[in-house]
């Protein structure tokens, strides 16, 4: 067998093994479309979970994502805002009404000067993150940072490469989906082979809004409209996509060798230079394709992935997924007792990551997601956690070991338990698919995407 990193051969499951699986109960427990119990994530476990000291945060860039950012941290136990950041005054001012304690700036070196401030998160447009994360990280900051990382290739790389010699530091990227419970249950049913061979799959994000803000001045009208350009966005596919497709790679295990593009402004024709309505077909090894479409002119069946097999598909819609299966596919037994939903007159298996327990349908259908917070909120719950670990850790081994031993402090910071989220390599190499896949929709045609692209030097 080839040999993979710790956490793919955690998930890499050997599908009689799985199948197997022992008891019912158990079977159960790894896939139940009914209402379980999740065996480490009970429904309310955030609340029960002791918190860690709590991590001084700040916050760059205060427009719609960074507000939600915002919001998600003042329910973090383990987060305190202590600052947040802004060149235009008026966000400023709306994002301080979520942010109360934190102090206010409009330029973010400020922030970097305070030493009490543990980490930021950087949550300013795309073609924006590349100097400030330099800067957070060479002023020692933990940084999270919003994916896509960068919208060209050399910036991307800059950053990956500067949060993979910041040793001390974590740098996450926001590929929020690493980390959420419900995803990290469905890698391991994907990995094992249940659904069969894996034939193809099929991604979208379908939301009718223009995507357009307004402003009275017009040189801020332009710098918040950065998405609909070609030189500051990556498009649809890169600037929403990504998340799924980056999903699906990881699911899959693979990375794509080429992208198919197509994509025009069918609705919003405002001067726009970025297509409202996209497809690209992403080529993988062994005949594999993913599909993705997305549109600003139609928001029927809004967003979800199908992973197709040759025994059953799986769908994905927000923390829920179903299985439907084929009629020559084996009986597995658990599927027998799972709820059973009806899609467009076919039948979904749910699938569910919860475990000890059975409980019993009865007459009315039993909610079939232990998992009630947002993909967001695991995100910047697993980079707190982290911050804190590794914080810890590195004051331990400087207190222990030569604190000029960087080659020992890696290998002693390896065997640290993390939460699950994207790093440096996993944001590098999803960023490189997204331009590769905005590259390709642009000019509308193939574009390859060699492996060499996704080293790091």
Same mark, same amino acid.
């Given at each position: 067998?080839?040999?993979?990193?710790?956490?793919?051969?955690?998930?890499?499951?050997?599908?009689?093994?799985?199948?197997?699986?022992?008891?019912?109960?158990?079977?159960?427990?790894?896939?139940?479309?009914?209402?379980?119990?999740?065996?480490?994530? *009970?429904?309310?476990?955030?609340?029960?979970?002791?918190?860690?000291?709590?991590?001084?945060?700040?916050?760059?860039?205060?427009?719609?994502?960074?507000?939600?950012?915002?919001?998600?941290?003042?329910?973090?136990?383990?987060?305190?805002? %202590?600052?947040?950041?802004?060149? +235009?005054?008026?966000?400023?001012?709306?994002?301080?009404?979520?942010?109360? *304690?934190?102090?206010?700036?409009?330029?973010?070196?400020?922030?970097?000067?305070?030493?009490?401030?543990?980490?930021?998160?950087?949550?300013?447009?795309?073609?924006?993150?590349?100097?400030?994360?330099?800067?957070?990280?060479?002023?020692?900051?933990?940084?999270?940072?919003?994916?896509?990382?960068?919208?060209?290739?050399?910036?991307?790389? /800059?950053?990956?490469?500067?949060?993979?010699? %910041?040793?001390?530091?974590?740098?996450?990227?926001?590929?929020?989906?690493?980390?959420?419970?419900?995803? #990290?249950?469905?890698?391991? =049913?994907?990995?094992?082979?249940?659904?069969?061979?894996?034939?193809?799959?099929?991604?979208?994000?379908?939301?009718?809004?223009?995507?357009?803000?307004?402003?009275?001045?017009?040189?801020?009208?332009?710098?918040? $409209?950065?998405?609909?350009?070609?030189?500051?966005?990556? !498009? @649809?596919?890169?600037?929403? !996509?990504?998340?799924?497709?980056?999903?699906?790679?990881?699911?899959?295990?693979?990375?794509?060798?080429?992208?198919?593009?197509?994509?025009?402004?069918?609705?919003?024709?405002?001067?726009?230079?970025?297509?409202?309505?996209?497809?690209?077909?992403?080529?993988?090894?062994?005949?594999?394709?993913?599909? #993705?479409?997305?549109?600003?002119?139609?928001?029927?069946?809004?967003?979800?992935?199908?992973? =197709? !097999?040759?025994?059953?598909?799986?769908?994905?819609?927000?923390?829920?997924?179903?299985?439907? *299966?084929?009629?020559?596919?084996?009986?597995?037994?658990?599927?027998?007792?799972?709820?059973?939903?009806?899609?467009?007159?076919?039948?979904?298996?749910?699938?569910? /990551?919860?475990?000890?327990?059975?409980?019993?349908? !009865?007459?009315?259908?039993?909610?079939?997601?232990?998992?009630? $917070?947002?993909?967001?909120?695991?995100?910047?719950?697993?980079?707190?956690?982290?911050? $804190?670990?590794?914080?810890?850790?590195?004051?331990?081994?400087? &207190?222990?070991?030569?604190?000029?031993?960087?080659? &020992?402090?890696?290998?002693? @910071?390896?065997?640290?338990?993390?939460?699950?989220?994207?790093?440096?390599?996993?944001? +590098?190499?999803?960023?490189?698919?997204?331009?590769?896949?905005?590259?390709?929709?642009?000019?509308?045609?193939?574009?390859?995407?060699?492996?060499?692209? =996704?080293?790091?030097?």
């Amino acid at each position: 067998m080839k040999h993979l990193p710790k956490s793919s051969r955690a998930a890499t499951v050997n599908r009689r093994d799985f199948v197997k699986g022992g008891s019912l109960a158990t079977m159960m427990s790894l896939m139940g479309g009914v209402e379980l119990v999740a065996q480490e994530t *009970k429904k309310d476990a955030a609340a029960d979970k002791a918190a860690g000291p709590q991590v001084k945060v700040g916050v760059i860039g205060l427009g719609a994502r960074g507000r939600e950012v915002l919001g998600t941290l003042a329910l973090q136990k383990e987060a305190a805002v %202590a600052a947040i950041c802004d060149t +235009y005054a008026a966000s400023l001012r709306r994002a301080s009404e979520a942010a109360p *304690k934190a102090t206010k700036h409009a330029d973010y070196q400020e922030i970097l000067a305070n030493k009490e401030i543990q980490a930021v998160v950087v949550a300013t447009p795309t073609h924006q993150h590349r100097q400030v994360v330099l800067d957070a990280l060479k002023a020692g900051k933990h940084v999270y940072c919003e994916a896509p990382l960068a919208n060209t290739i050399e910036d991307a790389q /800059a950053i990956a490469l500067a949060a993979k010699a %910041a040793v001390k530091q974590v740098f996450q990227a926001g590929l929020q989906l690493r980390s959420d419970p419900q995803r #990290h249950f469905l890698l391991q =049913f994907i990995r094992s082979g249940a659904m069969g061979k894996n034939l193809m799959a099929r991604t979208q994000w379908n939301k009718k809004l223009s995507w357009r803000f307004t402003s009275p001045n017009p040189e801020r009208e332009r710098e918040i $409209n950065w998405r609909l350009r070609k030189e500051t966005s990556l !498009g @649809l596919v890169g600037e929403i !996509g990504l998340h799924q497709i980056d999903a699906a790679s990881w699911f899959l295990n693979s990375k794509p060798t080429a992208v198919n593009g197509f994509g025009a402004v069918m609705h919003w024709e405002d001067g726009r230079e970025v297509a409202d309505t996209m497809q690209a077909v992403f080529e993988f090894p062994g005949g594999l394709t993913l599909t #993705h479409g997305s549109t600003l002119a139609n928001s029927f069946d809004s967003d979800h992935e199908v992973y =197709f !097999g040759t025994d059953s598909a799986i769908m994905v819609r927000g923390n829920k997924a179903w299985m439907f *299966k084929e009629a020559d596919a084996p009986l597995l037994g658990w599927e027998v007792y799972a709820r059973k939903d009806e899609f467009y007159k076919e039948t979904g298996i749910a699938l569910v /990551a919860n475990a000890t327990k059975l409980v019993a349908q !009865g007459d009315k259908p039993v909610e079939d997601a232990p998992f009630s $917070n947002t993909p967001l909120s695991y995100a910047l719950e697993a980079f707190l956690a982290n911050v $804190n670990e590794i914080g810890a850790a590195v004051e331990d081994f400087n &207190a222990t070991f030569n604190p000029n031993d960087t080659k &020992a402090l890696v290998k002693y @910071l390896s065997e640290i338990k993390r939460q699950p989220a994207a790093g440096f390599k996993e944001g +590098y190499e999803a960023t490189v698919i997204a331009i590769k896949a905005s590259e390709a929709v642009q000019k509308q045609q193939r574009v390859l995407i060699p492996k060499e692209l =996704f080293a790091l030097a």
